[in-house]
T-cell receptor
């Protein structure tokens, strides 16, 4: 069966510090991978998606970047965090066909102080 | 830009009551997914509906896709505290997954 791991679960970082959130998927190959941000327990905003190694598409211009160094690894980074980067970050994967459902990790609660 | 409006945004009910959550749009979607999210966790898929007029049942939950594929509803019968969570509807456009449209969610609290 497929599993998705996301870490850390919570993170408190000062403004201006770097960020690295990691996500790995097991039990599937060539997945689509996604980073979402959720504000105040409401709707999700797509930040980045990837259809293959080294292929990253950004949906929203921001202080963040993403990388996919391996087929089942997706990393969200920032060189210098802003207060506005605080939020709940969710990694997800899907198969590459039609409107396939998303499978989410358990998220990272990021607080920038 | 496609939008999905969910209503109500918040709902607090007593155990045993029935409820309906609505998801509406002016756009046509090829599919509609419903997720439930519990605090501190990622959303979990409940159901996908793909055919206009389709009705799917998941125990006490009934999902319906509108005939024109522009709206959907979720009805819960005899709600239980375990139903508490954020319910999200997500519209698919039939192309790549990254074009999914998310509603803002309905936060349901079922009080014992």
């Amino acid at each position: 069966s497929q599993t998705i791991h996301q870490w850390p679960a919570t993170l408190v970082q000062p403004v201006g510090s770097p960020l690295s959130l990691e996500c790995t998927v097991e039990g599937t190959s060539n997945p689509n991978l996604y980073w979402y941000r959720q504000a105040a327990g409401r709707g999700l905003q797509l930040l980045f998606y990837s259809v293959g190694i080294g292929q990253i598409s950004s949906e929203v211009p921001q202080n963040l970047s993403a990388s996919r160094p391996q087929d089942r690894q997706f990393i969200l980074s920032s060189k210098k965090l802003l207060l506005s980067d605080s939020g709940f970050y969710l990694c997800a994967w899907s198969v590459r066909s039609g409107d396939s459902p998303l499978h989410f990790g358990n998220g990272t609660r990021l607080t920038v102080t | 830009t496609q939008l999905l409006e969910q209503s109500p945004q918040f709902l607090s009910i007593q155990e045993g009551e029935n409820l309906t959550v609505y998801c509406n749009s002016s756009s046509v979607f090829s599919s509609l997914q419903w997720y439930r999210q519990e605090p501190g966790e990622g959303p979990v898929l409940l159901v996908t509906v793909v055919t206009g007029g389709e009705v799917k049942k998941l125990k006490r939950l009934t999902f319906q896709f509108g005939d024109a594929r522009k709206d959907s509803s979720l009805h819960i019968t005899a709600a239980q505290p375990g139903d508490t969570g954020l319910y999200l509807c997500v519209g698919g456009s039939g192309g790549s997954n990254y074009k999914l449209t998310f509603g803002k969610g309905t936060l349901l609290t079922v009080n014992p």
